[in-house]
């Protein structure tokens, strides 16, 4: 994990059980399980609403691995069923997500020999009411209309028909009825799931006909029925679900001028059908690889098609019992479901676009997504509700599934990921390097010292640093008497209380060093130097190389410098006052006694040390 991903840790893990017959009453199924499905479909919608957007809202957008799980959406699909039940043959809808990583996607943390890839698909159309639908007369002023899209049998009918709705009159319409905001779109949702190919009982609300049948081979099949027999439309529909073209009258307001023609539904209710697959396949060794075939949620949950065990069955289950199906989505949310409310004020519908089913689906597609992403963090934490837990909550039975519960990634600001063995990499290398930068350089110079090797270049390489090369600049101006003068990393320093030189700055361009202090007994400095416009040489060489003239003249007395041999000119000084005037003597009696200063040392035996172009300055 890197970033700010981490691990949940819940002593409340589990997963939600349902679908089981004769596992819950009727009381607690409606005081407490559909009351919970609510929230959690409702609350996956306001995510979808403000993270599967182009534009996201940054607040709430950050806490699974991925923002969204993408899809590949086809509004030009074909007809999932057979042909003749399809009101368009083309302008369906397919959303496909593709294999998404359990890891990368979905935020499990799992070793590498356990991996895999979930896919979730929906393909969806209108449905045709043509020669499946049947008026039937409950009195003389009540009329219904029965749509035959497969057959309802449950414990308290059994209906030959999918469902049926009251067909609308004119009187039906009140203005007060709008203005009250009593109408509104109803919803209504049959489910038929698969298991192995085949229609399953248990968990299914009606038998398909023929025509959707088929869809079962590999998907679970949902048939979702619109009514809207009190809204009305201020522009006519061509949408294929919400299509309204029958004219209700003029209407007009005591408010604002003028009228408004005002449209029907064409259908007391009409259908869409809709196929969800989903897949879970392993990626990983041999021993696992597959897939749970073609099928639907209880195929996910049970992957009876595939020789699963161990880690991978728990994966499987994990997977498979929580996330919210579009039937699921529909009975839950009822009209919130539809994105066109969201134009929809007292009763009266804004104009709608051509294929704005499409837009209903795909938010319903979405809304499934986001689920399969908050389902394994839900999980992992376990519910907020205690009548969840004590009901219908089912906690870790296995090592695998013990194993789960710490194995899903959330990000999360409030903490910071980092790798242990990484910053002991670092430390580690760190430390090894800076204790070679500190002691390998007199390490080498200690065994060079030793066997006497490389004398020439090791002197030169200690005299070449910064602080050597500043001492040797004092000392060439004859100041200081000098400790740790040689050897790597030797601090040159001057015994105590004595002065160094400071910059000469009377020619900006090229400055240079002087001394800036008198002399004073037994020092060899010179008291006072102007580099204006003298040229100082050595005493030796400006007696044997020029000839001596009576105007050269130096100071007598501690204005030689017997270590480094240099006089200074008469005319580098300004004219004394004849009281503070020293004694004027010629060079050339000088010079035996400046040369008897100098002090000559043998050169060793078989060495010898060049000394090129050592002329004081």
Request: hydrophobic share 35%; charged share 20%; net charge negative.
């Amino acid at each position: 994990m890197t970033g700010n991903e981490i691990l949940i840790s819940s002593d409340f893990c589990g997963y939600i059980r349902v679908g089981i017959p004769g596992d819950v009453d009727l009381e607690e199924a409606q005081t407490i399980f559909y009351p919970f499905q609510a929230k959690r479909a409702n609350s996956y919608a306001n995510y979808v609403q403000s993270c599967y957007s182009d534009n996201p809202q940054a607040e709430g957008c950050g806490n699974f691995v991925k923002r969204r799980l993408p899809s590949i959406i086809d509004r030009n699909a074909t007809c999932p069923f057979q042909e003749n039940i399809c009101r368009s043959q083309n302008q369906n809808i397919k959303l496909d997500t593709g294999p998404l990583d359990l890891g990368s996607d979905l935020g499990f943390n799992l070793p590498p020999n356990l991996q895999f890839t979930l896919r979730v698909s929906h393909h969806c159309a209108p449905l045709s009411t043509d020669g499946y639908t049947k008026d039937v007369n409950y009195s003389a002023e009540i009329s219904y209309r029965r749509y035959f899209y497969g057959t309802k049998d449950t414990n308290t009918s059994n209906n030959s028909y999918t469902y049926e709705h009251q067909i609308p009159s004119i009187p039906l319409f009140k203005w007060e009825d709008f203005m009250a905001g009593e109408a509104e779109y109803g919803l209504g949702t049959e489910s038929a799931y698969s298991l192995k190919g085949s229609w399953d009982a248990s968990n299914s609300t009606f038998f398909p006909n023929e025509e959707l049948l088929q869809a079962l081979t590999d998907s679970d099949l949902f048939v979702i029925s619109l009514s809207a027999d009190k809204v009305v439309y201020t522009r006519q529909v061509n949408d294929d679900w919400y299509s309204a073209h029958r004219f209700i009258e003029e209407v007009q307001s005591s408010q604002q001028p003028g009228y408004i023609q005002v449209y029907g539904a064409d259908e007391p209710a009409s259908a869409i059908g809709c196929k969800a697959h989903y897949e879970l396949c392993s990626t990983s060794s041999s021993r696992t690889q597959g897939c749970t075939g073609s099928g639907g949620a209880l195929d996910l949950e049970t992957h009876d098609m595939v020789n699963w065990d161990g880690p991978a069955s728990s994966i499987a289950q994990w997977i498979g019992h929580p996330f919210l199906d579009i039937g699921s989505v529909t009975v839950s949310m009822t009209s919130m479901a539809l994105t066109s409310r969201a134009t929809l004020g007292a009763g009266v519908q804004a104009p709608l676009p051509d294929h704005q089913w499409q837009s209903d689906v795909e938010y319903w597609h979405n809304i499934v997504l986001a689920s399969f992403q908050g389902s394994p963090v839900e999980n992992a934490m376990g519910p907020r509700d205690s009548d969840i837990f004590e009901h219908f909550w089912v906690t870790p039975h296995t090592d695998e599934s013990r194993r789960l519960c710490k194995s899903q990634k959330i990000l999360s600001s409030a903490y910071s990921n980092f790798s242990i063995l990484g910053l002991a990499v670092v430390f580690i290398v760190g430390g090894i390097i800076i204790v070679l930068g500190y002691t390998l350089e007199h390490f080498v110079d200690f065994l060079e010292t030793r066997i006497r090797k490389n004398t020439y270049s090791r002197l030169e390489w200690s005299a070449n640093d910064i602080l050597q090369t500043q001492r040797m600049a004092h000392e060439e101006l004859g100041i200081g008497t000098w400790q740790g003068c040689a050897g790597v990393g030797a601090v040159p320093v001057t015994e105590r209380d004595q002065l160094l030189a400071v910059l000469d700055t009377q020619d900006p361009k090229h400055p240079r060093l002087k001394v800036s202090h008198p002399a004073k007994d037994g020092d060899l400095s010179v008291e006072k130097v102007d580099t204006s416009s003298t040229q100082v040489g050595s005493l030796e060489q400006s007696a044997i190389g020029s000839e001596a003239t009576e105007d050269k003249r130096v100071l007598k007395d501690d204005t030689v410098d017997r270590a480094a041999g240099t006089a200074v000119s008469k005319e580098s000084h300004p004219p004394l006052a004849e009281e503070a005037r020293p004694n004027i003597v010629d060079v050339e009696d000088v010079i035996p006694s400046a040369l008897a200063e100098f002090e000559f040392y043998p050169f060793e035996s078989g060495k010898m040390e060049e000394n090129e172009g050592e002329s004081a300055n």
